[in-house]
Nanobody, 117 residues
């Protein structure tokens, strides 16, 4: 059974930092394309950052220079280091994995990030 489990969310003041983790089980982790998405109330779920199986990364413009995505294939875990957090980063953050093929996609349950003074 495939499971993606996020952790590390919480409440932080503007300018603060959080590190999200996504621990995977039931998949050959190193083969998977991985991503972080977020969804704020009333909004659609948007891609924040992704990392390919060979380690290439990409970010949405609003988080470039502040967020860093990484993966540890030995620990089957993906990370999102979030620095200089802003109130507009407030959302539920979801981890995602797929093999770039139909019916190979998986989602975590999400972790809440709240940035507020």
């Amino acid at each position: 059974q495939v499971q993606l489990a996020e952790s590390g969310g919480g409440s932080v003041q503007p300018g603060g930092s959080l590190r999200l983790s996504c621990a995977a089980s039931g998949i050959i982790f190193r083969l998977y394309f991985l991503g972080w998405y977020r969804q704020a109330p009333g909004n659609q779920r948007d891609l924040v950052a992704f990392i390919t199986s060979d380690g290439s990364t990409n970010y949405t413009d609003s988080v470039k220079g502040r967020f860093t995505i990484s993966r540890d294939n030995r620990r089957n875990t993906m990370y999102l280091q979030m620095n200089s957090l802003k109130p507009e980063d407030t959302a539920v953050y979801y981890c995602y994995a797929d093999l770039r093929a139909p019916l190979t996609d998986y989602w975590g349950q999400g972790t809440q990030v709240t940035v507020s003074s």
